[in-house]
């Protein structure tokens, strides 16, 4: 079951998440004031510049759409990425906890769900639907994929490890690539 429908209001699995996320990100933060840090984190936005260490929190949330205070600054992030500024970092991560920015390239780069192919006079085409992809890392092992678009859409891939330590997230991911697996020809059993 999706917990997660309404995108307008936080559900008590998003804010669990979130919770679960710091909490799991403060342990590894050197300093004792390491959990009002990151309280602080959610109770101050700046308008002017964006805070990795908060993005980082906001994009390992189960969605971070379903949680008001992480709109604006993902959205000021998706904004600067647009228009080529850097990615921002969180000093105060700590070893192994770290978001990265790679832009998207079809079809390496680019998952299948959202790559278009076409044939021109030249040979194969391809694009993505996305512009980049956003990585967040959680004592090294990949915890959750951001796809973003210039027009401000997203869509994240949670890993297993993700999505055992959230219980509940956004399964658009998940449900666009079973709908992609459900167009393809079935395998040939090498049987016959």
């Known amino acids: 079951m999706n917990t997660l429908k309404n995108f307008g209001q936080p559900t008590r699995d998003a804010i669990a998440g979130t919770h679960l996320l710091a909490r799991h990100l403060a342990l590894s933060l050197p300093s004792l004031g390491v959990i009002s840090a990151v309280g602080a984190l959610f109770a101050s936005l700046q308008a002017h510049a964006v805070d990795g260490c ?9 969605s971070w759409r379903a949680i008001p205070q992480c ?3 993902i959205q000021q992030l998706l904004r600067d990425l ?17 978001s990265s920015h790679a832009w998207a390239s ?5 998952p299948p769900p ?4 076409w044939e021109g ?12 992809a956003i990585d967040v890392r959680v004592n090294g092992e990949p915890f959750s994929q951001t796809w973003w678009s210039v027009s401000g ?4 891939a949670f890993s297993p490890l993700a999505k ?15 709908a992609w697996l459900a167009t393809r020809p079935a395998a040939a059993d090498p049987r016959n």
């Open 54 to 62: 908060e993005v980082l929190l906001c994009l390992a949330a189960p």
């Open 71 to 73: 709109v604006p600054p």
């Open 82 to 98: 647009a228009r080529g500024k850097a990615f921002p970092t969180c000093a105060m991560a700590g070893a192994g906890n770290a």
């Open 106 to 110: 079809a079809p390496d780069f680019c």
């Open 114 to 117: 959202y790559t278009r192919q």
């Open 121 to 132: 006079p030249n040979g194969t085409f391809y694009s993505c639907d996305y512009t980049g």
């Open 153 to 156: 859409d997203t869509v994240t």
């Open 164 to 178: 055992a330590q959230l219980g509940a997230w956004d399964t658009r991911f998940d449900d666009d690539f079973a």
